[in-house]
């Protein structure tokens, strides 16, 4: 029998802030959705409010998760979204240097934390309970949003509830592996998430196995190297893993995507640099590439780039704010999806892509090839010569690629919940867990 559990739904309740969602967004909604609609145990959800940690039941969590669903776009017909349908246009026709983005009907910005107030309102947040109080005893309180668990005063409750058994998802090491690529503070901030995480968890899951081994050796410093933890490659969202959604008129134009925020882990320059290349030899004919995702502060010469480079002006432009539906439309018809990174905790578009039919070219991580297997493209990251000559081979041999992709399995939620749920048992009944055997049987099944 399963155990009762607590579903931490801030990084959902705020998911408003930000016009489409990203990649933890997508695996925090995926887990929020199972264990408020159908796990069978009891389940609440807990918010953080100034009044301490509440809960509000599952009807009201689903109806937040519902409007945040709305105000995504995720249930979009491409067809008629204008964003999509100007993302089409400049790839079929062309267009200036000004940059794609969603906006409301009167031109002006979406207002996050209206957004947010009218979800509270739509949804009948009213300040329930608190979650010390009538969380479930020996409930499982689960974190995939990652939101709080750098802050102790959002946890300070499970001090008192020691029957609650803490399972947080934690999705890299970056920024104190890499701190050159984050902000300032995000170092300090992620620490403190290691410091919780070693403090109150009694499980943990990950992404990938790169990502668990970074993020055990700083366990291992905080003195908490032992968590059972639940190491799998994330799902693929449903409206990816219903496959491709072709469109004629996009059919003739090659063209290739880059998602993702646009900050410097993510390498954007050394695809203009390519695209620079491309254009040097081909002119006009040259592929176009279109980046998907919202600028980051800390990457202004890469948007100052695309704003005052006539050359690139026709071939590459940037689109924030594209519903789901309207990139699995955009990725189902790219020559291929490019992800040059750095440093990522796993690459949610490379399954997304490949769950498409669409060839990924992406740098060879250990991450990268976790998400990807045998079916992707892998290049060092500073191999500009080497990404060229991968660019001009996916348009010369479209076809032969897509083929390849053929007999891809998409690792789908059910497969995931198949096997995280004895995981999350294992733990309500302090047995132990399995782990290695586990990773080498679902890797091997997902390929």
């Known amino acids: 029998m399963l155990p009762p ?24 909604l995926g887990l929020a959705s199972h264990f408020l609609k159908t796990w069978p145990g009891d389940c609440v959800a807990t918010l953080p409010t100034p009044l301490g940690v509440r809960c509000v039941s599952r009807e009201t969590a689903m109806r937040v998760i519902e409007t945040v669903v709305a105000n995504w776009g995720e249930t979009a017909d491409p067809n008629a979204e204008p964003l999509f349908a100007s993302v089409k246009k400049r790839l079929v026709q062309g267009g200036g240097a000004q940059a794609l983005s969603t906006r409301t009907p009167n031109g002006r910005a979406i207002n996050p934390a209206l957004a947010v107030a009218k979800i509270a309102k739509y949804a009948g947040c009213a300040l329930g309970p608190l979650a010390i109080k009538v969380v479930p005893k020996g409930a499982l309180y689960l974190n995939a949003g990652q939101v709080g668990i750098a802050l102790p005063q959002f946890l300070l409750w499970l001090k008192q509830r020691p029957d609650v058994k803490p399972v947080f998802m934690l999705h890299d090491t970056i920024p104190l592996d890499h701190a050159e690529y984050v902000p300032q503070n995000s170092p300090k901030f992620h620490q403190n998430m290691i410091d919780n995480t070693a403090r109150y968890a009694a499980g943990l899951i990950v992404t990938t196995r790169a990502a668990e081994r970074s993020i055990r050796r700083e366990l291992h410093r905080a003195g908490r ?21 072709p469109d004629p008129e996009l059919a003739g134009v090659p063209y290739f995507v880059i998602a993702g925020a646009i900050e410097p882990r993510k390498n954007h320059l050394l695809l203009l640099n390519v695209w620079r290349e491309l254009l040097r030899q081909d002119g006009r004919k040259a592929p176009k590439l279109v980046i998907v995702g919202s600028r980051s502060r800390r990457n202004g010469h890469i948007t100052d780039i695309l704003k005052r480079s006539r050359e690139l002006q026709e071939h590459v432009f ?7 539906p309207g990139l699995r439309r955009l990725l189902s018809n790219a020559c291929a999806l490019l992800m040059p990174s750095f440093a990522e905790g796993f690459g949610l578009p490379i399954v997304e892509a490949l769950a498409l039919g669409t060839p990924v070219i992406a740098s060879d991580l250990e991450a990268h090839i976790e998400a990807g297997g ?4 892998y290049l060092s990251p500073i191999d500009g010569l080497g990404w060229l000559s991968a660019v001009c081979m996916h348009v010369q041999r479209q076809t032969a690629f897509r083929q390849k992709l053929a007999g891809h ?11 995280i749920e004895p995981f999350l048992l294992s733990l309500h009944q302090g047995v132990k867990y399995g782990h290695a ?11």
């Open 225 to 245: 190297g032992d968590i059972a933890a639940f190491a799998q490659r994330a799902p693929v969202a449903p409206i990816f893993a219903q496959g491709g959604d």
């Open 318 to 324: 940037e689109v924030s704010g594209l519903s789901s």
């Open 437 to 447: 055997t586990l990773l080498n049987e679902t890797a091997t099944a997902a390929e």
């Open 409 to 419: 399995r998409v690792f789908t939620w059910t497969d995931y919940l198949n096997g």
């Open 374 to 377: 045998p079916h992707a493209t």
């Open 5 to 28: 559990a607590a579903y931490d739904l801030t990084r959902l309740f705020i998911g408003p802030i930000q016009c489409t969602p990203r990649g933890i967004d997508r695996l925090d």
